[in-house]
């Protein structure tokens, strides 16, 4: 993508960042039994952590 971009005249991006993101609507855990949920929810299902970081919201 960056490549593309500086072929297109954009050569002040110096960096780009794909991505995907999951939603999670949760229902029956308290704060901090959802932070360790999603935690464990991110290591062994949504992402590939050899290859992928993986960061989560908790919103209120």
Request: aromatic content about 10%; glycine content about 10%.
């Amino acid at each position: 993508i960056q490549h593309a971009l500086s072929g297109l005249g954009y050569a002040a991006v110096k960096g780009v960042r794909q991505g995907k993101f999951f939603v999670l609507n949760l229902d029956g855990w308290g704060r901090e039994e959802a932070q360790k949920q999603l935690e464990r929810i991110s290591k062994e299902v949504l992402t590939n952590p050899v290859i992928e970081e993986y960061r989560f919201e908790i919103v209120d």
